[in-house]
């Protein structure tokens, strides 16, 4: 655990908004609702990002939901973990079902795109050849 504070957490926002980082672990990180409100700008417009890992901070109520909404809000974050008082929050929990529903329609969707993919591919493999 870095104890990075506010201004690295900041730093690492920052830096994520061209990245391709898929997860991210700031546990520990010692940082508080100011640094939040930069991580939740970048994730909700970073679509890489997948995972979180937040506990040990101090974010308060307000950053935690913060942080959850900005995750629906991206589209493909699909998980976001606080630990501790956090994740017995209300607002935090109905929107953590989101993410659920999320991580289950593209597992479902994985699952279907397959099946699409070596169906297309079956009937390409079956279909005659056209003569030019």
């Known amino acids: 655990h870095n104890k990075i504070g506010d201004d690295g957490i900041s730093a690492i926002a920052a830096t994520l908004n061209s990245s391709s980082v898929r997860s991210l672990d700031v546990r520990g ?5 100011l640094g939040v409100k930069c991580l939740s700008t970048t994730l909700s417009t970073n ?11 101090d974010m308060t109520f307000e950053g935690a939901r913060l942080i959850t909404q900005a995750a629906v809000d991206n589209g493909k974050c699909e998980h976001v973990f606080f630990g501790g008082e956090y994740e017995n929050d209300d607002v935090v929990k109905k929107m953590r079902i989101i993410l659920v529903d999320r ?3 593209n597992a479902s969707n994985k699952d279907s795109s397959k099946d699409v993919d ?3 591919q079956k009937s390409l493999e079956e279909s005659p050849q056209q003569q030019p």
């Open 29 to 33: 990180c010692d940082f508080t609702i």
């Open 47 to 57: 679509q890489n990002i997948r995972a979180l890992w937040l506990s040990g901070n």
């Open 103 to 105: 991580r289950s329609q």
């Open 118 to 120: 070596g169906t297309k």
